[in-house]
């Protein structure tokens, strides 16, 4: 039947549909259906005229074509042992013209997403860079160990969730297309489980949550409804029920828009239980908070980034601390049971990083050790135990319950000189290739990968800080030795970056810091900011930088501190356009100069005091 939208505005409009097709990517796989995305992208204006009945019947009445609602179900090995089916990922390839279609509803959604979105929950939210998430992270462990305070933090994989999320934890169905029971037996959940999950269905649903207008739920239901799946070799088509059909335009939203219902219940009950970290802030993107009469109290849960979740703890002792991560453990997998998913308690996966701190934290340690370090939850539906471990790789960066950078310095260079293994021959062994070239590419493909959320970094250990330069060095002698030849090896720090004209490494950490600066002033979450208002730490990386910065370029800038005088940087980090970036380049430029002259120098220095050695002038 006809559902007319209350507002006309809310169907997408002939531009818009043409704007998508525009935004197809080429040389990508796509369905049977013969239609490859360089078709919508190149022939965008005049397949918009014609697809755009096709568009407008299928959101009036909820009819979406059956060629729409599947795809062509692969596999893509992970790493690991290739025989066993746990370490490959299923990936479907849906027509191109659906995935167009399903782009502009998640635009639609997107806006109400972003209003209610948990706090830190920042993927899928457009302009959000994942150094936020790994900032936060890093903050809270390092504010909180200058305080001596005990802290934890409880990273959660879950196991297939995307293809594992009951849908009517999204959205309200007429009536179910299987009872209960057997989605429950489907799974192999708990029976004690069942009657919980009948109570949720009766209540509010995430997209009503989300306060998702009921025209656009029409579209989600239709969308979500009778979708299929084939297998390459095969003529037969599987019915899928659950997940939110990876590989579909707007599958990472609307299970972002799932899972933030779920862990918003999280979230209430482990309040009620005082369970939750919370921050006082200004409810200001400032970098201070001294005004007592506007504070404002921030509950949340940590980083959320599509399906990976850092929960962050702290107690003020030791054994409260491990009573809340148990309390918080059983939280998040009784509700992940009531959803159809299920944490992968697996090595790497699902673990828990303790700091203890206070008169207790030997004796904990030793408890831990002697039980395989190992901790029990507090669970009604799934009893388990959960790794503690003293590092965890979250989010591409290795966390340490220490403080150091040793893990994430050491997996950053490997990464590096693995990237220069893998183009030696065609680009940074090439006698053909110009330096110059060799050194953009050393930049984009390398560096980039090195200084990967090395704005989150708190170097402050000088074993960190040396490591670091060590290790940034290494790989300039590596590029400087493939171009210059085995002599490389008698040159100093100064003269391999004087030859490469490439900056020192600690010109590159403040780049990174810079860059990420404008980015939260721009874009940044509140909760960043209000991590960021607790204490000055990282603002006195930000000053250092920002007089590396004003020592570089003859353009005023302020002289006091961001702290003291943030009225007058605010302006100039929110100006539009590129003058920041092309201020930060021009800084970069001059720097690198500047340690060429001085290189320069001290050879020519030393060639006349070896040259009046050598003549016995003394």
Excluded at 59 to 82: C, D, I, M
Excluded at 382 to 388: C, E, L, R, S, T
Excluded at 491 to 505: A, F, G, K, T, Y
Excluded at 567 to 575: D, G, N, T, V
């Amino acid at each position: 039947s006809l559902d007319v939208p209350p507002d006309w505005s809310m169907l997408p409009t002939l531009t818009e549909l043409e704007r998508v097709f525009r935004q197809t990517k080429t040389k990508k796989a796509f369905f049977d259906d013969a239609v490859p995305g360089e078709i919508l992208h190149h022939a965008a204006k005049d397949l918009a005229r014609v697809l755009y009945p096709l568009l407008l019947k299928q959101w009036l009445f909820h009819q979406e074509p059956v060629l729409f609602k599947g795809g062509l179900l692969v596999s893509a090995f992970k790493r690991g042992n290739p025989a066993d089916t746990n370490n490959y990922r299923s990936l479907l390839i849906s027509p191109t013209i659906a995935k167009s279609f399903h782009r502009l509803l998640r635009g639609d959604l997107m806006k109400f997403f972003e209003v209610h979105a948990l706090p830190l929950q920042l993927g899928g939210r457009p302009g959000i860079s994942v150094t936020q998430a790994s900032h936060v992270l890093q903050d809270f462990l390092h504010h909180h160990r200058v305080l001596k305070i005990p802290t934890a933090v409880v990273f959660l994989d879950i196991r297939n969730a995307f293809y594992r999320l009951f849908r009517q934890r999204l959205l309200k169905y007429g009536s179910l297309d299987r009872t209960v029971d057997d989605l429950f037996s489907s799974l192999h959940l708990p029976a004690a489980a069942r009657l919980e999950f009948q109570q949720l269905l009766q209540g509010e649903s995430a997209m009503e949550a989300s306060d998702i207008p009921p025209f656009w739920q029409g579209q989600v239901r239709e969308l979500l409804n009778a979708t299929w799946f084939t297998v390459s070799g095969t003529p037969t088509l599987t019915e899928a029920r659950k997940g939110s059909r990876p590989g579909d335009s707007a599958a990472d939203l609307l299970f972002s828009i799932a899972f933030r219902h779920l862990l918003h219940m999280v979230s209430s009950r482990a309040a009620d239980l005082g369970v939750v970290s919370f921050l006082e802030w200004s409810g200001q993107h400032v970098p201070f908070h001294n005004d007592l009469e506007r504070t404002d109290v921030l509950e949340f849960l940590g980083p959320i980034w599509a399906d990976d979740v850092a929960i962050l703890l702290k107690a003020t002792t030791s054994a409260q601390l491990i009573r809340n991560a148990q309390i918080i453990l059983g939280l998040l997998f009784d509700q992940l049971i009531l959803a159809g998913m299920s944490p992968n308690l697996g090595r790497s996966k699902t673990e828990i990083l303790f700091d203890f701190r206070g008169k207790d934290s030997v004796a904990l340690r030793k408890h831990f050790a002697l039980n395989g370090w190992r901790l029990p939850t507090i669970s009604k539906h799934m009893a388990a135990y959960v790794n503690i471990v003293g590092a965890y790789k979250h989010l591409g960066t290795w966390v340490q319950v220490n403080g150091k950078l040793s893990k994430e310095l050491a997996c950053r260079f490997a990464i590096g000189h693995s990237t220069m293994s893998k183009y030696k021959s065609a680009i940074f062994g090439n006698r053909k290739l110009p330096l110059p070239r060799k050194t953009h590419l050393f930049h984009s493909l390398v560096m980039s990968a090195v200084m990967f959320n090395s704005a989150a970094w708190y170097l402050q250990r000088k074993k960190d800080v040396e490591k670091y330069h060590s290790g940034v060095m290494a790989l300039y002698r590596r590029l400087a030795t493939l171009h210059f030849g085995l002599l490389v090896r008698h040159w100093r720090d100064e003269l391999v970056q004087s030859r490469l004209s490439l900056p020192p490494p600690i010109s590159l950490l403040h780049m990174e810091r810079l860059r990420y600066l404008q980015h939260i002033v721009r874009q940044g979450d509140d909760a960043v900011w209000a991590a960021l208002q607790q204490h000055g730490f990282w603002w006195q990386m930000v000053d250092l930088s920002l007089e590396w910065l004003k020592g570089n370029v003859m353009t005023p800038l302020p002289d006091l501190p961001t702290a003291e005088h943030w009225s007058m940087w605010q302006p100039i980090l929110e100006a539009s356009g590129g003058s920041w970036k092309g201020l930060l380049r021009r800084a970069l430029r001059h720097d690198t100069l500047q340690a060429r002259k001085m290189s320069s120098w001290y050879d020519f220095h030393s060639q006349v005091c070896q040259l009046l050695v050598d003549n016995e002038v003394f």
